[in-house]
């Protein structure tokens, strides 16, 4: 449906009449510029304008569309300095249209350029990934989804997607509901706002149903090999798909953002009481960078299914499923897959006693040591082989560990959390002991001297 | 619909009647008119009309109906001949949005007035569109005005004045909402910034793995001659950031409140975060040093007076971006503090905030460009109850 309507008004003398109303222009192109941090997308349109040496009005209205009128802008594309965009008037009464008033020095046919944000439209991010059988290597591939649900219909339109995240003000889809433009300095009778709720709901309402419709489009996705050509811009990325897409109003598309890559993934699990509780956590790590097939450009939010070859006839089971943040270029990536039974983590108190009592001068208690013993049982029950991190969690700064054992390789994560780093062969079984001491009371005033 | 309306009441003037207004048929136009907009919360209407007086004493009746005008506010000023056109007094009819005017002129003659006054109801709101250059040094300013007439009152081909910039000769309705540009200035050069915010940001962003901790960034710019800018101070407004994409378009970058800015003083506007550089701060290790105990010979009874705390902060600060950052640190120490040990410089913006500015290098192909900032201080802590001045220091 095409619901955004531009009528020239030409007027031989500068007087405010209704005067005669010649051209439609239809849209020449138009670019929209998706962000998926908000609810906004940039149109930009040209149109070719017949225009009149004088004062030209045009009249721009959008009805049913979810257009913020206070981010109009309209531009000539030719002859700049002898055509003067004077003024946008929002008239009184009539809502989503505005008009413009032109002074032109020349006459004929000009391109005009008229920009504004919708709200409706939106992009995102989702991704596919293939485990080969020994799970070491992860084909990946990206696809974006753009969804239509701005009332416009947009055709062979040249789409580009943001990522990023803006700082936005307002709401696009409040400043396009808005009674007026701009608001009113004066307060809306109570009677007039209860009308606009009413009609908000409603609103709401058949905003539902076009999401219903949408998963109808979904079952039926269009597959297409474009090219997206990726670029940074300030804090941003710019990907503008190659060609144009005719996104019409209740429709999403599917198009693929980056082809199968083979990544080499490392299998980690994590085992972290403070975090997690007492399980051990499936990750799929590998990192945004050349080595890993990867490292072009950052990679946008999303979610990430992953299945799994399972025999050569390229069968797939379905390993699970990962939301993961944004991902700059030479970052780690590490993709939480949830708990899971096949890898064991077991810490174990296997002694506990204390020691270095000091007293005051009346036979109290002022300072002891708590020596604990654990032990750190890890079997890995797959066929292939997985790393793991343990980190451990005390509940004092006042601390020292002895390891025993060859694995006792840890590293300070901050205050009171170490980090032990360890490779399982498949179908393995490891085990390291550590032993931690914590100062208390006067104990505490020693540590520090000891320690200095 | 014009509402306001000025009436010409002729009363011969006689010292025993003055009962009943007679409103005559002379109803001068407005002649030029100013809708002035430099106050943000008020807007001054003047408007002038040519008085038909008679040599004497006149009645002139000022009336409106459906508009909100500060009665208070208006005043009349004679152009013409103000030495011989006096306004002597001012009275208002009961019960009626009016007011006459007595005036007094040595002979019948047109006479020019300017009447001004407040009128609720239409106002301005300034924004303002900024285009910045590819590599982020300078952008292309607009500002607008928004003009938002809700007043209940038309004006046709009145002149609309904020306090610099142009000044436009435009109709207005009623319920009428008029956007125009005031001025333009190009090419001028901003700074690029990003800031972490100790204060208020997330330390360490493992403990949010679903989520990016982004880096605010802003572009400063200065209202001053070096700026292109500087005459006036700079309205406060909504700011709409686009950024030239190299393919004969542009992008929406974000936008934000400006503040008011007066000539010399900076302003920052945020367009959104960058997710590119990564601040993991971690508090490595806090220790209790000098501990002073009440004197109780029971060690159980002895009450903790005083202490200093120690702690040791890492930040490790990761640039992702293929361009170099400076990034502006900021960082809380609370209380009575000492700084024991710092690698990196930093200023003190005020007894418990510190300031750094950490220059990041691009990313290279081993990966991002990593600096990492270790302080450490201490804290001295005193019982709440405890009256500093008995502590023997």
Not at chain 1, 177 to 204: C, D, H, V, W
Not at chain 2, 259 to 267: L, W
């Amino acid at each position: 449906m095409k619901k955004i309507i531009i009528v020239l008004m030409m007027l031989a003398v500068p007087v405010l009449a209704k005067v005669d109303l010649t051209t439609l222009p239809a849209r020449d192109s138009v670019q929209l510029t998706i962000y998926n941090s908000a609810d906004i997308t940039l149109a930009r349109e040209s149109r070719d304008l017949t225009i009149r040496e004088g004062l030209n009005r045009l009249q721009f209205s959008w009805a049913n569309t979810l257009i913020d009128p206070t981010s109009l802008e309209m531009m000539a594309l030719a002859h700049q300095s002898d055509i003067d965009v004077m003024d946008l008037t929002f008239p009184p009464r009539v809502r989503e249209l505005g008009l413009w008033n032109i002074q032109s020095e020349v006459s004929g046919k000009t391109p005009f350029e008229i920009s504004y944000f919708t709200s409706g439209i939106s992009w995102r991010a989702f991704y596919m990934g293939t485990l080969s059988e020994n799970e070491s290597k992860m084909t990946l591939q990206g696809y974006v989804r753009v969804t239509n649900n701005s009332g416009e219909d947009y055709e062979n339109a040249q789409v580009r997607m943001v990522v990023g995240e803006i700082n936005l003000l307002d709401q696009i889809s409040m400043l396009a509901q808005r009674q007026y433009p701009y608001g009113s300095p004066m307060p809306i009778p109570k009677a007039f706002r209860e009308t606009e709720t009413l009609s908000r709901k409603s609103n709401t309402r058949s905003l539902g149903m076009l999401a219903d419709g949408l998963m109808m489009a979904e079952s039926a996705p269009a597959m297409m090999a474009k090219d997206v050509m990726k670029e940074s811009l300030s804090e941003y990325q710019l990907y503008s798909i190659e060609g144009t897409e005719t996104i019409s109003n209740g429709w999403s598309k599917r198009l693929p953002s980056f082809k199968p890559k083979d990544v080499p993934v490392k299998n980690l699990y994590k085992y972290e009481e403070r975090m997690y509780g007492p399980n051990v956590i499936r990750f799929l790590s590998f990192k945004n960078d050349k080595e890993h097939e990867l490292g072009d450009s950052p990679i946008p939010e999303g979610v990430l299914k992953v299945y799994r070859n399972v025999d050569a006839q390229s069968h797939l089971a379905y390993t699970g499923q990962s939301g993961f943040k944004y991902i700059p270029v030479g970052e780690d990536v590490e993709l939480n897959l949830g708990a899971v039974g096949n890898v064991v983590v077991e810490p174990k108190l296997m002694d506990y006693k204390t020691d270095n009592y000091r007293f005051d001068g009346n036979g109290n208690i002022k300072g002891w040591d708590e020596i604990r013993t654990f032990k750190v049982e890890l079997k890995n029950t797959r066929e292939i082989p997985v790393k793991l991190e343990i980190k451990r969690n005390f509940d004092s700064s006042y601390w020292t560990i002895k390891n025993e054992g060859k694995y006792g390789e840890y590293e300070k994560i901050d205050l009171d959390t170490v980090k032990y780093t360890i490779e399982l062969a498949a179908r393995a079984k490891k085990e390291f002991s550590y032993e931690l001491t914590t100062y208390n009371g006067s104990r505490m005033d020693e540590f520090i001297k000891a320690n200095r | 619909m014009k509402i306001i309306r000025t009436i010409l009441v002729l009363v011969m003037v006689m010292a025993t009647m003055a009962q009943g207004r007679i409103k005559l048929v002379a109803l001068p136009e407005r002649a030029d008119s100013i809708v002035r907009l430099d106050n943000p919360q008020f807007t001054l209407i003047e408007e002038e009309r040519v008085l038909t007086l008679q040599q004497g004493v006149n009645k002139v009746d000022f009336s409106w109906k459906g508009v909100n005008i500060d009665v208070d506010s208006i005043r009349l000023s004679v152009i013409d001949h103000p030495d011989e056109v006096k306004l002597l007094n001012v009275s208002y009819p009961p019960n009626e949005a009016a007011l006459v005017w007595e005036i007094s002129s040595n002979q019948a003659r047109e006479e020019t007035v300017r009447i001004s006054y407040l009128l609720g109801g239409i106002d301005r709101l300034v924004t303002y569109k900024a285009v910045a250059d590819k590599d982020e040094t300078q952008v292309d300013l607009k500002s607008y005005i928004v003009l938002r007439n809700f007043s209940g009152e038309d004006f046709d081909n009145t002149q609309i004045v904020l306090d610099y910039g142009q000044t436009f000769m435009r109709d207005i309705r009623h319920e009428e909402t008029k956007q125009l540009q005031f001025f333009k200035k190009t090419e001028v050069p901003i700074t690029k910034i990003w800031t972490f915010d100790a204060r208020s940001m997330v330390w360490d962003p493992e403990t949010v793995p679903d989520q990016n901790i982004g880096i605010p960034v802003s572009y400063r710019i200065v209202n001053d001659k070096k700026s292109k800018l500087g005459d006036n101070a700079l309205w406060d407004g909504k700011t709409r950031i686009y950024q030239n994409d190299g393919h004969d378009s542009t992008i929406f970058l974000g936008e934000d409140n400006a503040p008011m800015t007066p000539v010399g003083e900076k302003v920052e506007l945020k367009l959104g975060n960058s997710r590119d550089i990564v601040v993991t701060q971690r508090k490595m290790d806090t220790k209790d040093i000098n501990k002073i105990f009440t004197k109780e010979s029971d060690y159980r009874n002895r009450r903790l007076v005083m202490f200093d705390r120690e702690e040791l902060i890492t930040a490790k600060i990761e640039n992702f971006k293929d361009k170099t950052a400076t990034l502006t640190m900021i960082q809380q120490i609370p209380g009575e503090w000492e700084m024991l040990d710092c690698n990196m410089k930093y200023t003190r913006k005020d007894n418990n905030t510190i300031e750094f500015e950490v220059k990041l290098p691009a990313r290279s192909a081993d990966g991002p460009a990593k600096k990492e900032l270790e302080m450490k201080y201490v804290i001295r802590h005193i019982r709440a109850n405890q009256q500093p001045r008995v502590i023997n220091r």
